[in-house]
């Protein structure tokens, strides 16, 4: 079985997680830019970290055998803070990076005019880089969150195909199908969706279009949960047809919009800027 985890935050895990999930079938993902949890204090802080998203993160994949890919953008929580917004300066010179698949994570937290314009900003950024937009639908008040994202969308030269639309679940899932939109799901030990949930979804909407994440941070995550959700499919019924276009070929097909998607991994090589993950012996 190969898994495309379509948006899991790396930066956040260990080289535990990442033999763990090889061993699970992950072979390839992309990590999308967010909020940290400690908050940053000015632009330079983000440009070492998509630094590091376009660097280290693919090294360490490759360790594992695993084709590591990015999103970048300005959070929406941290477009509300003035220090964070000049980053958007400097983002068109990162998009235009071959490891570069998305603009993302980019939409809604507390569905602010700062968070609309950032929004807004991005989404041309988007469509005059000819990148798809992953698109983050605020954890409160979901359903309001959705029409706005949406209004903005169709407000904006990106077309609507070109947009996958996050953390979906239940109350929502309806309207962004109808839209026209790819739809995630993020799947969690405690919140947003589990894979029971995920697999009544299926049932109900079907599969196309549709991605399933782990989206793994800092939080209480589960980096294993797109495999989690493959096994309660097949439990449930559906055919190994329907678990390898949810969890492999949807995710292609969306970032494979950007043409920079690679899904061999670069050779892992023995170091990163003078630094290896080894431990030990090295």
């Known amino acids: 079985m190969r898994i495309f985890d379509p948006h899991i935050h790396m930066t956040s895990r260990t080289t535990d997680d990442y033999q ?21 204090t ?3 802080s983000f440009l070492d970290y998509f630094d590091a998203l376009l660097g280290w993160e693919p090294f360490r994949a490759a360790q594992y055998k695993i084709a590591h890919h990015c999103a970048l953008a300005l959070n929406p929580k941290e477009a509300n803070d003035p220090r964070c917004v000049p980053v958007l300066e400097e983002l068109p010179r990162y998009l235009l990076k071959d490891g570069v698949v998305a603009v993302g994570e980019i939409g809604y937290d507390s569905m ?5 314009r950032a929004l807004a900003a991005q989404l041309e950024l988007a469509a005059e880089h000819g ?7 605020p954890h409160r008040d979901k359903r309001a969150g959705l029409r706005r994202t949406l209004d903005v969308v169709a407000e904006s030269k990106l077309s609507v195909e070109q947009v996958l639309v996050d953390h979906l679940n239940e109350t929502t899932v309806a309207e962004a199908k109808d839209s026209g939109a790819w739809l995630g799901f993020s799947v969690y030990p405690d919140t947003k969706m589990d894979e029971h949930r995920m697999v009544a979804v299926l049932r109900e909407y079907g599969c196309e279009r549709v991605l399933v994440n782990s989206a793994a941070d800092w939080g209480r995550s589960d980096p294993l949960k797109t495999r ?10 559906f055919g190994q047809d329907d678990v390898d276009r949810v969890l492999w070929h949807n995710p292609v097909a969306f970032y494979a919009q950007s043409g920079r998607l690679v899904l061999e991994p670069a050779g892992p090589g023995a170091l990163h800027e003078g630094n290896s993950v080894l431990r ?3």
């Open 20 to 40: 763990a999930m090889y061993a699970a079938g992950v072979r390839a993902l992309v990590e999308p830019a967010f909020w940290l949890g400690q908050p940053r």
């Open 42 to 44: 000015s632009p330079q």
């Open 112 to 116: 602010t005019p700062a968070e609309d």
């Open 131 to 137: 990148l798809p937009a992953l698109v983050h639908t």
């Open 228 to 237: 989690k959700v493959a096994g309660a499919m097949l439990a449930a019924g």
């Open 280 to 282: 030990g012996g090295e």
